[in-house]
C-alpha cells in the first residue's frame, strides 16, 4: 500500500486547508485511514481517522469541531481528506496520512498503524 499525501501550505490564522492522500495498492474496505501529525520538537500525534467501510469517524479533541475527515471508497479508489477550518499557530506541524489494516477499532498510536505517506507542512502564521 502506498500513500501520497498532498494539500500542505501556509495559512494565516483562522484560515483553512485540505489535505488529500490517495491509497494505491492492495487496500480494503476494513481499514482505517487517518491523519497524524508532527511539530518540531514533538511526538507525532493523532489528529483523526475514518474507517473506509461506513465512514465512521474518530478525532482528537484539540481539532474537534474544526476539523473534518472524509474519504472516498469506491472500487479501487481509496482515499481520505482533511478538511482544517479555524487553524490556529499550534495546529503548525507536518502532517503525515496513515492507513491501518486493523479492523478492531480505531488507535492513536502512531506504532499500530501499518502504512504511511510522506509528510505535508502546515503551517499556521498568527
Known amino acids: 500500500v502506498q500513500l501520497q499525501a498532498s494539500g500542505g501550505g501556509l495559512v494565516q490564522a483562522g484560515g483553512s486547508l485540505r489535505l488529500s492522500c490517495a491509497a494505491s495498492?492492495?487496500?480494503?474496505?476494513?481499514?482505517?485511514m487517518g491523519w497524524f501529525r508532527q511539530a518540531p520538537g514533538k511526538e507525532r500525534e493523532f489528529v483523526a481517522a475514518?474507517?473506509?467501510?461506513?465512514?465512521?469517524?474518530?478525532?482528537a479533541n484539540s481539532v474537534k469541531d474544526r476539523f473534518a475527515i472524509s474519504r472516498t471508497n469506491a472500487g479501487h479508489k481509496k482515499a481520505v481528506y482533511l478538511q482544517m477550518n479555524s487553524l490556529k499557530p499550534e495546529d503548525t506541524a507536518v502532517y503525515y496520512c496513515?492507513?491501518?489494516?486493523?479492523?478492531?477499532?480505531?488507535?492513536?498510536?502512531?506504532?499500530?498503524?501499518?502504512?504511511w505517506g510522506q509528510g505535508t507542512q502546515v503551517t499556521v502564521s498568527s
Open positions: 495498492g492492495r487496500t480494503f474496505s476494513s481499514y482505517y
Open positions: 475514518v474507517r473506509l467501510a461506513g465512514g465512521s469517524t474518530y478525532y
Open positions: 496513515a492507513a491501518d489494516r486493523y479492523s478492531g477499532g480505531v488507535s492513536e498510536l502512531p506504532g499500530e498503524w501499518d502504512y
